[in-house]
Every structure is written in structure tokens, then in C-alpha cells.
């Protein structure tokens, strides 16, 4: 990015007598339209006691709309909340602040009436005042159905069997939507060091846990045990896990607490998966020598510390030979997008007398969002397509892709130009009048059409023409046909979910010229067991970036059992090399910027297929969708297929992914860009350093499990008034006065920088409100924590500190 095409765009808040923050006005500007910039205001409106109740975006405020609209009870919690994505939404609360009964898929008219036709009502019952008032149970009903109890808590009493195993008031059985998990054994530390877990007999039935009688309970429940064990040190970090087919893992951890090692027993053969770490005292990963003998080395910029190369080989001494695998160098422009990222392990290659280079350049407008993309692609891939080539076949061009946004930032059009192989096509995506929504031109013509292609709660209900899109009143994927028959079974895909919206199953079934074949994939921690009705039963053990294949039978023929996959990922997590145990490609794969395979190589077809992990480290099912973890991204459109389940934690667009800039940035469990972890560990260091105090013991816990764990989670504290943010942050069992930490925030009014993904961390300065920020800073507004976002974040969280937040 040149200087004039960020120059004179600054971002200007104005704030009214209660210095909240009404409007925000951004400066848009395209690098091919220099002379030429658009101003978008942002509208945010506030209730008597400073509570935000009206926010809209550039595009809907231009037409009298709001992206958001809430009204608050006495306590200061979201009574009603009305998005233009994600519909509308009612939460009671209890005297003691518990949620107790919610709706949601309401739709409002046109007249202002409320359409309950498609409405979910949610019941939460607690134990009684003589008792702690922990969760029991939560019953939901879809508009025009029977209720259902979709899940159960029982809690341990005290005793001497309890006792021994930390289990004295902890919760022992949770029957969820997919089955029922049991925790045998918790450390002092927390960590849950026996979990079991049962799945239901039918995977196509709902769970409903009726009744007090726990015989029909696990009447409804197939028997199989999956137990996992895990070992943690004294600060509850995990250092060993035996998952369910009694395969162990083992990590070495360092004296500041960070893995250093890794190790893998399979059949009771112990092997190295890495053999060791080194780390510059700011925690960034220098060198890492993995168990197949490859080093790889991670190089930063001096002043910024931003990821400056990647580079995988096998050393010299390898018994394969000495040679580079991958050499990533990365390029940025002073805030921190990437601008260049060439592979110089790869030659330039010469097609039809063009040169074709091993790099991709990348071009931003004055938002940072990503409106070109330069690259390499296997002629004549043609759109949408994902064909595997061997690696001594391959025959590259150079490809250009231009992305167009609104001004609400949603991605309206892809064009994609590649002259040499007369691969060109544009993707023209349809985006509502009314909210953040839109789908393929193919579906929807006109934006009056858009919203009849998705649910009251903002889930698609057609992924392309004749793709049936059906979710669960939780708002989770639930099956997707691909292809309809009439007269004759369609092919589907469908998910189970646990009481977190984690996958646990999915299974399919699809037509073929020789009968019907199904495949059904069981999720559990370290480990994934795949099976297919043609009799291959596959065990997938997953250890970090590395995967090993045991095939219990039906193992495909010139591929070895038990064998190794290490996956090497670039600055996003994308899952660029696959590298077998004795360090030789398995496969190389490139991606467009928004995913799709640009480029796919490899040694066999046959071994390539067993590749499940690939654009920014998910897994890509059938369908073609990614599954991140809380949301399916689609990424022929760019886009996810259902509203943000956290909110506006990431903006007020639901649907944008990574900011419009994925090559930056990423997104690793669909709620928030990665980078925003960096904000709540800046805000835990000011805090302590303004008052002396801490922010309490969850909020202690959050910044070490983001430590460990790379989860997301951000504040927002810009628009908020002392009161609010009090009732917001006074969660923790060590309470601090954050309402004084916040007035002196606005006082001295604290600007956030960008910071970059693998940057230090260095604690902020506070500057004075003359000091605003330079040309090319960002200013970023930061989403309120809630007990629900808490909670989204760390699936490992026990019951009772679920309850504890509730």
C-alpha cells in the first residue's frame, strides 16, 4: 500500500457529554481510485444509563436501519435484542441474575407485529435456595413441536468415594444433545482427569431427557465407551492424554511453561513427533526439529517482530537427502498486512512463454480490507475445482482476483482473471437490503429476495441451487443435502453436536453407480474414528499439527499403516505441505485468499485423498464447507453460512470473515479474528498497572488458557459507560472496581494499536488525547465479555465453573 492510499483517512470517534462514543467516521479508499474516497459513519445510540441501544452500520443507517437495537433490565443484561442478522432475541433473568427462559427466532413485520411461527423457547431450571442454584436442566421447543429436555446435569454430593476423586460438588453426568459425558476425576488444579463419553443409539434421533428416571436416560444411549485420561502438572496445564483406544501423548514443557517436546505411544511403541523447541525470550517459536528428522525455522523483523520467514528441510545428515521443503518470506506494508509471500523452495516455472512465479502480492483499500490477490494456479482448473495433479505434471499460470465490497463491509463480488489458460469468471454475491445476508447471484437476483433464503435466527437455508441447508434450533448445522432424487434417496451429510456446539459426529450417505455407501466420523479428543460402509475402519490420532493413520481394516492398498503426517502451516494456519515420517512430500497444496485450492501436488492420489486438514488449518467436508468449530465458512463466497453465535464481537457485519483481510489475519473457532486476543491481555496488564489490582481469577484464567490454548477473546470497554462495564466485568470471585479502571481509560483516552499476530507483547503507553494515532494505526472497537462468550471460548471449562459464570 503507497502512501496516498492510506493518506488523510483517519478514524474519527466523536463522543457526546457522557464521552460515548456516538459516531465513528472511516475514510474508504481504493487503491485504483485514488482521488476518490468515501466517508462511512457509524451510528451508536445510548439509553438513560449509558447503555448502548441502537447501532448501525454505514450502508443500513443510510436507510433509517439499525445493525442492533437492545433494551437492558434493571441488572444492566440484553433483555431484548433485535439484529438485523441474527433476528430477534428475549432473555429473562432471575433475582440472582440467571438466565432462565429465552425466545429467539422472532421475526418482526412489516405492520411491527412478531412473527412466532418459527420461534425456540429456552428453560433453564436451578436447584432450589436451600441449595447452591446450580444448572439441572435446559428444555427447549420450536414453535408448534412438544418440548424437549435437550440436556441434564447431575452433581456430585459429598462423601468419601467423592472426595477422593476431587468430585465434592462438581458435576459427574451431562447428557447433551449428542449423548452424555462423565467426569471420574478432577485434579486439584481442575483439570478433569477422567471423561467419558457416550453417543446416542441413532445418530438421526434428538436427544430427550424426559423424566427423573436415568434408566431411560441411558435407554436412549448406544453403550460404546469412549474414556479419555489426561495427566496435568501442578499449574493444570496438560501434559499427557490417553484417548479412548488407549493411544497415549506426552508433552515436555518448558520453564516458562510452553511445549518444547512431543511424543506419541501407539501400540505400545513410542515415537517422537517433536523432538525439540527453541524460543526467543518474547516466547516466539525459533526452531522446531520434528520426530522425521525436518527442521523448521521461523525468522521475525527486528523492530516489528513480525513473522519474517518460514522455512521447512531436511538438515544435512538426513537419511533422505538434504534439501529445502518450503521457504515462506513474508513482506508487509508499515501497519502490518501482508503484502508478498513468495516460496523460495520453488522454481519459476515457464508456461506458453509466460513466466510464472512462486509468489502471491496482495493489494488493500484504506479500511485494510483485501482487494486484490495475484497468484499461481494449475491451468485449466476451472472454477470451484479441487483436482489433485502429480507433482512432475504440473503446468502453472498467474491468476489476478479482485474483491468488491459495500459499505456495510460485505464481500459483493469476486473476479477472477487468469488470461493465459482463459480461466476468467466472476462470482456476483446478493446482498439483502435489510441486513448483512446475501447469497450467490445464482439464488437470489435481487436483494428483496435475499431473506427468504435464510432462517428468523440469520442460518442459510440453501448452500447452491437444489442444496438444502437444515440447522437445530441451537442454530447449528444439522444435515445438508448436496443432491435431491425424486423417486430415489437423496445424498446428505449430517452433525451431532455436545452441549457446547462441538462436533462430535458426522456421517453421510451418498448414491453411487454400485448401491449406497455411507461413512460416519466420531470426534473425540486426540482422536477421530472414521469408518465407511465398504468396510475401511480408519483411527486417526491427532497430535498437534501431526496425524498418524492406523487402519483397523479395509487399509487402501500402497499405503503404510500407522503412518505419520506432519502438517506444515503458513502465517494463517493454512495447510500448505504434508510431509510423511521419513521427511518426503506426501502433498503441496496452494489456496486462494478466501480458500478454494489454487494449486494441489502430491505423490499418489490414493494417499493425497486422506488429506481432511487444509485452508486455514480446518477441515473441509463433502459439502466443501469448513467447519471452524462454532460456524460452516463457504469459501467460494467468502462468507459464513449463519450469523456470528457471539454477536458483535467481531463487527457489526455477522458474516464478514477475518475483516475482509485472510491473509493477515484468521479466524480459528468462528466466533472472532485471532488478533483480538492481543487486546485482552494489553487491558489485563494497563489494569494492573493503573490500580495495582487484578482483573480477578477468571480473568487470570482467560489470559493463561489464551496463552496455552490460542483461543480469542476480546472487551469491549470504548463505548461503554462506568456502569455498564461493571455489571459487564464483575464476574470474577476476586472482584475489582473496573467502572474506576474504565473512567480513567475515557479520561486519558487509551488508543489500541494493531498489534500483529507474532508480535511481542509489550504492555501499551497510555498518551493523551492530543497524541492520536498516526497515519496507518487502526483503531479497533472492542465487543463486551459475556458469561456466553466466556464460555464459547474454553470447551474444557467444567460445569461448575459454567454455572459459576452463569
Known amino acids: 500500500m503507497s502512501t496516498p492510499d492510506y493518506s488523510k483517512t483517519p478514524a474519527i470517534a466523536v463522543y457526546d457529554n457522557r464521552h460515548l462514543a456516538v459516531r465513528t467516521l472511516e475514510w474508504c479508499r481504493h487503491p485504483d481510485t485514488p482521488q476518490t474516497t468515501e466517508i462511512r459513519p457509524t451510528r451508536c445510540q445510548y439509553d438513560a444509563r449509558g447503555f448502548l441501544s441502537h447501532s448501525a452500520d454505514p450502508r443500513l443507517a443510510a436507510t433509517g436501519l439499525n445493525n442492533f437495537a437492545c433494551d437492558y433490565d434493571l441488572g444492566g443484561k440484553a433483555l431484548r435484542t433485535c439484529s438485523a442478522d441474527a433476528g430477534t432475541s428475549l432473555m429473562l433473568s432471575d433475582a440472582a441474575g440467571r438466565a432462565v427462559l429465552g425466545m429467539s427466532g422472532l421475526v418482526e413485520t412489516a405492520s411491527g407485529s412478531m412473527d412466532m411461527s418459527r420461534a425456540v423457547t429456552t428453560r433453564r431450571q436451578y436447584e432450589g435456595s436451600s441449595l447452591p442454584g446450580r444448572l439441572l436442566s435446559i428444555a427447549e421447543q420450536v414453535s408448534g413441536r412438544p418440548e424437549r429436555v435437550t440436556e441434564r446435569l447431575l452433581w456430585s454430593e459429598s462423601g468419601a468415594e467423592a472426595g477422593a476423586n476431587n468430585l465434592a460438588g462438581a458435576c459427574i453426568r451431562h447428557y447433551d444433545p449428542s449423548g452424555c459425558v462423565e467426569t471420574g476425576s478432577i485434579a486439584l488444579s481442575g483439570l478433569a482427569l477422567s471423561v467419558t463419553r457416550w453417543l446416542m443409539k441413532d445418530d438421526e434421533a434428538e436427544a430427550d431427557w424426559q423424566g427423573d428416571d436415568r434408566r431411560e436416560w441411558d435407554a436412549q444411549l448406544d453403550g460404546v465407551t469412549y474414556a479419555t485420561l489426561s495427566q496435568g502438572d501442578a499449574a493444570g496445564r496438560v501434559v499427557g492424554i490417553t484417548d479412548a483406544v488407549g493411544n497415549r501423548q506426552r508433552t515436555a514443557l518448558d520453564i516458562a511453561g510452553m511445549p518444547a517436546g512431543r511424543w506419541l505411544t501407539v501400540n505400545g511403541e513410542e515415537q517422537v513427533i517433536v523432538r525439540s523447541t527453541t524460543r526467543s525470550a518474547a516466547g516466539q517459536v525459533l526452531l522446531e526439529e520434528h520426530g522425521n528428522g525436518v527442521v523448521v525455522s521461523r525468522e521475525y523483523e527486528p523492530q516489528t517482530q513480525r513473522l519474517d520467514r518460514i522455512k521447512t528441510e531436511r538438515p544435512a545428515g538426513h537419511p533422505q537427502g538434504a534439501g529445502v521443503l518450503q521457504d515462506l518470506r513474508y513482506e508487509y506494508d508499515p501497519v502490518g498486512n501482508v503484502k508478498c509471500v513468495r516460496n523460495d523452495a520453488e522454481e519459476t516455472r515457464f508456461w506458453r512463454n509466460q513466466q ?4 502471491n502480492q496482495y493489494g488493500y483499500d484504506s479500511l485494510y480490507q483485501l482487494v486484490s490477490a495475484s497468484g499461481r494456479e494449475k491451468v485449466n482448473l476451472g472454477q470451484q475445482n479441487r483436482s489433485f495433479f502429480p507433482a512432475d505434471s504440473i503446468s502453472c499460470t498467474r491468476y489476478l482476483r479482485t474483491y468488491t465490497y459495500d459499505s456495510g463491509n460485505n464481500l459483493s463480488r469476486i473476479r477472477h482473471s487468469a488470461p493465459g489458460s482463459g480461466n476468467c469468471h466472476t462470482t456476483d454475491i446478493t446482498i439483502s437490503d435489510r441486513s448483512n445476508r446475501a447469497v450467490l447471484r ?7 429476495e435475499v431473506e427468504m433464503h435464510f432462517g428468523p435466527g440469520g442460518e442459510q437455508l440453501q448452500l447452491q441451487p437444489g442444496q438444502a441447508l437444515a440447522w437445530t434450533a441451537r442454530r447449528e448445522l444439522l444435515q445438508v443435502t448436496p443432491v435431491e432424487r425424486e423417486g430415489a434417496q ?18 453421510s450417505r451418498r448414491q453411487t453407480g454400485s448401491g449406497t455407501q455411507t461413512q460416519r466420523v466420531v470426534y473425540l479428543p486426540g482422536l477421530e474414528l472414521r469408518t465407511k460402509s465398504s468396510g475401511e475402519s480408519l483411527q486417526t490420532v491427532v497430535a498437534g499439527n501431526v496425524r498418524l493413520l492406523h487402519w483397523e481394516s479395509g487399509k487402501p492398498e500402497g499405503l503404510n499403516n500407522d503412518g505419520l503426517r506432519y502438517s506444515y502451516d503458513n502465517l494463517t494456519g493454512n495447510c500448505g505441505l504434508e510431509v510423511d515420517e521419513d521427511g518426503c512430500i506426501i502433498s503441496a497444496e496452494e489456496y486462494y485468499p478466501y480458500g478454494g485450492t489454487s494449486l494441489w501436488t502430491g505423490r499418489g492420489e490414493t494417499e493425497a485423498d486422506d488429506k481432511t486438514v487444509r485452508y486455514s488449518g480446518k477441515e473441509q467436508d463433502a459439502t466443501g464447507l469448513y467447519y471452524y468449530g462454532y460456524r460452516y465458512y463457504q469459501p467460494w463466497a467468502g462468507r459464513w453460512t449463519s450469523a456470528d453465535p457471539a454477536g458483535a464481537v467481531d463487527g457489526l457485519n455477522l458474516y464478514r470473515m477475518c475483516r475482509n483481510n485472510p491473509v493477515t489475519f484468521r479466524d480459528s473457532n ?5 488478533m483480538e486476543i492481543l487486546f485482552l491481555k494489553f487491558m489485563v496488564r494497563d489494569y494492573r498497572d493503573l490500580t495495582g489490582k487484578d482483573l480477578g481469577l477468571i480473568m487470570h484464567n482467560i489470559v493463561r ?13 470504548e463505548n461503554m459507560s462506568p456502569r455498564s462495564a461493571a455489571s459487564t466485568f464483575d464476574m470474577s470471585t476476586d472482584p475489582a472496581p473496573i467502572h474506576e479502571w474504565l473512567a480513567r481509560f475515557q479520561e486519558t483516552r487509551l ?3 494493531r498489534p500483529d499476530d507474532n508480535a511481542a507483547l509489550p504492555a501499551p503507553a497510555l498518551t493523551s488525547g492530543d497524541d492520536l494515532p498516526k497515519a496507518g494505526n487502526s483503531k479497533i472497537p472492542l465487543p463486551a465479555i459475556t458469561p456466553e462468550l466466556l464460555m464459547s471460548q474454553f470447551p474444557d471449562m467444567s460445569d461448575a465453573d459454567r454455572q459459576a459464570l452463569e
Request: zero cysteines; a negative charge; charged letters at 35%.
Open 705 to 717: 488458557l489464551n496463552d496455552d490454548e490460542a483461543a480469542e477473546l476480546r472487551s469491549r470497554i
Open 670 to 674: 468462528g466466533l472472532l479474528t485471532e
Open 490 to 507: 437423496d445424498d446428505w451429510e449430517y452433525y451431532r453436536y455436545d452441549a457446547r456446539s462441538q462436533r462430535v459426529v458426522k456421517g
Open 356 to 359: 510464472v512465479e512462486p509468489e
Open 751 to 753: 488508543e489500541w494499536q
Open 442 to 448: 445464482s439464488l437470489a437476483a435481487t436483494p428483496a
